[in-house]
């Protein structure tokens, strides 16, 4: 089969892939390609049917498909062309891409640009540890949430919640609603993983225990889960004597992270960051190979959708003028680097040719007033508090960049009590 040549490929049709879509065509790309392995467009919002989506971008409340079937719709519009039904399974450092289907086999698409865009998946229980038994009945969360919402299956009739990751916290809802008990939510830090409103909307409304510094260190059931030893956590994380207890149920849901789904990005050469997990990006969005740009949280875990979207068409944008030949060279290599409280941020540096948004996530919580910067005194802003759960972000703008001394390498951003 022949190959296909197109001016910016993107992999992915999640809020990420299909923005960069926009940005692309927007941006003057002729042919733009976005390529998906799922039957449908959508990404994981296909099986987010709770509101909650597009606060910002639509100022009104979406569900995930909802907020989807607008940009998708744009997409169409802009002369975007979708291909589902597409494993990507190669990428190579030019950018271009291997790729399989039915209808066509196995064939390559090469481009003036790539955009990565393949989203994050969830950790499963292999990588958390916990000694007993295999029994049916543990899932991850966002597992269950596709059982529940889009296959039509209830994974069980009493569940506990490990991680207050927010997919944790919206199925122990969901759970209830149809007709399962939600025993409680453990969750092994001393603060919330997910977002504040899923806490109040998820658990407080509907009554579920809510135990912070507790994990689960047994599983119980042969052929099935039939219950989870729970213990209480101290200040070094280490099991409170006396503190273990039985909790009975027949189902556990997972929400203990997300790790950016990142083999492509490895296959191409793009450099990986040691703590995201995702590709090392400059402002533009551009990994370390230069024809190749990503977005979404194959880059860094982003709490909200409307911000993934808004990365999107800003990564199509610059793939499509690399494509053409238009992206300015970096002007120099100024190195972010997050604070005392800031371990997870992107990009990982910036060039000083454009305005740049560096998004980050606190380590532990602040709750008093807080003060957000970027030292040099490029940027600071007072905010009322500052969680892990939810996204930061300095804003540098391009002007001050330019006036920064030649002898300034690096950057700091960060968020401190005042
Ligand atoms: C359960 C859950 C609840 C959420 N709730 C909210 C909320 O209430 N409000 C909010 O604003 N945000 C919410 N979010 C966050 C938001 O949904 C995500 O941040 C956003 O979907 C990430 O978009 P993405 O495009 O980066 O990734 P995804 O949506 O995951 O899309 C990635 C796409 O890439 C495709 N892909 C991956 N690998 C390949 C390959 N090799 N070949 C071809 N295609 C590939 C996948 O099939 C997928 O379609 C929620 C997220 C989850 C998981």
Redesign the pocket.
Known sequence: MSDIHVDVAV????????AAGIGAREAGAGRVLV????WDL????Q??I?????LHTFKEELT?PEYMHRWIERAREAGVEFMTN????GAHPDGSLDVMNPDRGVFRVTSGATVL????RERPLGAINIPGSRPAGIYT??TA?RFVNMEGYMPGDRAVILGSG??GL??ARRMIWEGAKVEAVFEIMPWAGGLRRNIAQCLDDYGIPFYLNHSVVRVHGHDRLEGVTVVELDSDRRPVPGSERFVPCDTMLLAVG?IP?N??SRMAGAEIHPVTGGPILNELYQTTRPSIFA????VI??????W?SQE?VAAGRNAALYAAGALPEPARRLAIRGGKNVRLFSPHYVTGGADATVYFRVTRPIEKRCRVFADHGLYERRERYARPGEMNEVRLAREALAALPDDVTEIVVDAEEV
């Open positions: 992999v992915g049709a999640g809020p990420a892939g299909v390529i998906e392995r799922d959508g990404g994981i919002l099986q987010c709770h509101p909650g989506f597009g995930g597409s494993m990507v399974f865009a393949m989203g994050c969360a966002g949430q927010d997919i919206i199925m997300l789904e083999e492509l977005a979404g949280n194959v875990v982003y709490d909200l959708a409307d993934v999107g």
